[in-house]
């Protein structure tokens, strides 16, 4: 099956530094990759959808600023929190998805824990 | 606008059965996923219904009704290590994926 890694998979960081996160297909080509941030006992809410080579597309009430995100190649995909806050503290979670075919299939990585101290 | 409506918690005995219900309005679909989700961990994928009827896939089933807006999730002989939530998410007309809020389902002896 098509396999999604993250890196890294948990970070702590100061508040006021930006950390990186990257989303990696590994055995296929990932045309569309989705950003996902889950929060304790809620269920997963949709940032942006990237499509490769093209800007993201932030859902309403992200901040694009905020959360930069590059999808440069057909493989990785990064989401950049800049100047991290303690509330930016959560679960971030990958998708990813070749769209080319009609495939509707998301495989999901294994998720970033990010703690904002 | 879009709502998918799940129950928030559910309980059931292990080795028994239990049903996870799930209505949808959206704008138009293009299928329906159901998720496990362990805490602290990401989806990982159960079905895919784009058709009515039942899909069956060894302890798991899922069925889906277009007509109604409704799908269900079966879980049979039930295993402690099935205590999750299990997130039920509608493909709309834009191929992006709307999300319930999930459901968690505890599992006891």
């Known amino acids: 099956g098509a396999v999604v890694s993250q890196h890294p998979s948990w970070v702590i960081c100061k508040s006021g530094t930006s950390v990186k996160i990257e989303c990696r297909s590994l055995d296929f080509q990932a045309t569309t990759m989705f950003w996902y941030r889950q929060f304790p006992k809620q269920s997963l809410m949709l940032m942006a959808t990237?499509?490769?080579?093209?800007?993201?597309?932030?859902e309403q009430g992200v901040e694009k600023d905020k959360f930069l995100i590059n999808h440069a190649s057909l493989t990785l995909s990064t989401l950049t929190v800049t100047s991290a806050h303690p509330e930016d503290s959560s679960f971030y979670i990958c998708?990813?998805?070749?769209?080319?075919?009609?495939?509707?299939?998301?495989?999901f990585g294994p998720g970033t824990r990010l703690t904002v101290t | 606008g879009q709502n998918i409506d799940q129950p928030t918690e559910m309980t059931a005995t292990e080795g028994a059965i239990v049903q996870i219900n799930c209505t949808y309005q959206?704008?138009?679909?293009?299928?329906l996923f159901w998720y496990q989700q362990h805490a602290g961990e990401a989806p990982t994928f159960l079905s895919y219904?784009?058709l009515d009827g039942l899909e069956e896939k060894g302890r798991f089933s899922s069925f889906l009704s277009r007509s109604k807006g409704y799908s269900y999730l079966l879980l049979k002989e039930l295993q402690m290590k099935d205590s999750a939530s299990y997130l039920c998410?509608?493909?709309?007309?834009?191929?992006?994926?709307?999300w319930g809020a999930g459901t968690k389902l505890i599992i006891k002896p």
């Open positions: 219904n784009v």
């Open positions: 998708s990813a998805r070749d769209s080319r075919g009609g495939e509707t299939e998301q495989y």
């Open positions: 990237s499509n490769e080579g093209s800007k993201a597309t932030y």
């Open positions: 959206t704008s138009g679909f293009n299928g």
């Open positions: 998410a509608v493909m709309d007309s834009n191929y992006q994926l709307i």
